[in-house]
């Protein structure tokens, strides 16, 4: 099969693949060691997602699997199995979770040559917003309730995964820099971890932007860290991660960026993902505000999981902070891995802007109306 293919890029426009998009032959002798799959027929869809490589896949015993391709430098199997053995737990605790399958050899992240691959089963659902780029809105005005339920679901059912903090990799979200007591040092100790972002920073004034920015909003959060519990969260809840049947969720997909945090901090990130049209502020202002998503989110989260007296207090100052682990993930990719010096600024302008925004007038406007509504 041969495939003229692009991917998001991190506007609003579609670029040329980083990663070589899979192939047939490629995919069928990967999937020649997977009891369940025996091979490929057909490879017939290929992600626009552009972090890695992935595609759907007819086995040749029947049925469908998704298949992902990730380069050594950005996961290896040890990485992908801090993903999968959450997934294990959350599918036994009856979460709406795909499954991973493991080959012959029982390797659910098997390595070939400079790549590692992971092999899931497809979601029961309709992926609606499959080729929904970030940041997109919801397009039914019930979805945002949905996914809300979906996502206290998933923390109920995370209880009790006790695994410790993701080791260093690029692309993990999380909450780590603003749930220290002192940020300027845990942005130091993230660094220090990852050389890309340490070349970075050094060449910007980052403490001076991080106290007067981000500050700000951690004074008011600080209080109320030590009550916010930790768990394990997903922390890319959008809704292209999302399966639909009869307008609920029907399957929470895509786990890549999971990590130790705070229930609290998921919701903020998926009200953070879907309430706001970030790639489309400068040309839509206060349309691409999308206040109802934000309470229609709450709202459902509610109905299976409340939120504590701490979370609601934590909330509003959490959305202006809840994307800095991921924009300084971001950083390690594309300055450690990809090069591109495009990209990483972008990623440093997303660390710096989306909490600007919250500081200004429009921002600061939305932030006071969940605290009403909180």
Known sequence: ??????????????????????????????????????????????????????GLVETARGGQLFVKRHHRS???AAGLLEEHRFLAH????????????????????PAVGEWVYEVHTVGDGDDLYRDAISWSPFTEPGHAREAGRALAALHEAARGYDAPRRAPQPLVAGFSLFAAGD????????????????????ARPWREVVERRHLPFHRRLRPHLASLGALWTHNDLHASNLLWR?????????????????????LATAIERNAVEWLELGAKGAAAVHLDAALGLIEGYQEIRKLTEAERAA????????HADFALSEIDYFRGVTGSARNTELAYRYLVDHTAW??????????????AAL
Do not use: K
């Open 183 to 202: 940020p300027i040092a845990a942005f130091e100790h993230y660094a220090a971890q990852r050389p890309a972002v340490a070349a970075e920073l050094a």
């Open 246 to 266: 009869d307008g609920r969720v029907s399957a929470v997909l895509d786990f890549g960026l999971c990590d130790r945090a705070f229930p609290v901090h998921d």
């Open 315 to 322: 909330l509003p100052d959490l959305l202006a902070l809840c």
């Open 90 to 109: 959350l599918g036994a605790n009856g979460a709406a979770v795909v499954r991973v399958l493991a080959d012959e050899a029982g390797r659910t992240a």
């Open 1 to 54: 099969m041969t495939v003229s293919h692009v991917v998001h890029g991190l506007g609003t426009e579609t670029v040329a693949p980083h990663w070589p998009p899979l192939t047939l032959a490629e995919t069928d002798a990967v999937l020649r060691r997977y009891p369940e799959a025996g091979g490929v027929r057909d490879l017939f869809w290929l992600s626009p997602r552009p972090l890695s490589a992935a």
């Open 74 to 76: 950005v996961r290896s």
């Open 358 to 371: 919250f500081a200004g007038p429009q921002g600061a406007a939305f932030l006071d109306r969940l605290r």
